[in-house]
Nanobody, 124 residues
Framework: QVQLVESGGGLVQAGDSLRLSCAAS????????MAWFRQAPGKERKFVAA???????IYSDSVKDRFTISRDNAENTVYLQMNSLKPEDTAVYYC??????????????????WGQGTQVNVSS
């Protein structure tokens, strides 16, 4: 049974940093593209960042230069370091695993497994 468990969310002030983690089990982690998506209240889920099995990385324009995605294949964990947080970053952040390539990494339909999400609140 595949499980993705996110952690690290919380309430912070604008300009602060947070580090999200996603621990994976039940799958051959190193073979999967891992991604982070987020969903704000009343809005659709949106792509944040992805890292392929080979380490290729892509970010959404809204977080580029502020967020960093990384993975530790030995620990079956993917991370999202979020710096210079803004109120508009407030959302539930979801971890996902799938076979998406670089051109489809933004597409949530290309991911097979999802975590339960972790809430990030950024106050102004």
């Amino acid at each position: 049974q595949v499980q993705l468990v996110e952690s690290g969310g919380g309430l912070v002030q604008a300009g602060d940093s947070l580090r999200l983690s996603c621990a994976a089990s039940g799958l051959t982690f190193r073979r999967y593209t891992m991604a982070w998506f987020r969903q704000a209240p009343g809005k659709e889920r949106k792509f944040v960042a992805a890292i392929s099995w080979s380490g290729d990385i892509i970010y959404s324009d809204s977080v580029k230069d502020r967020f960093t995605i990384s993975r530790d294949n030995a620990e079956n964990t993917v991370y999202l370091q979020m710096n210079s947080l803004k109120p508009e970053d407030t959302a539930v952040y979801y971890c996902a695993a799938g076979g998406a390539g670089r051109n489809s990494a933004y597409n949530s339909r290309r991911y097979d497994y999802w975590g339960q999400g972790t809430q990030v609140n950024v106050s102004s």
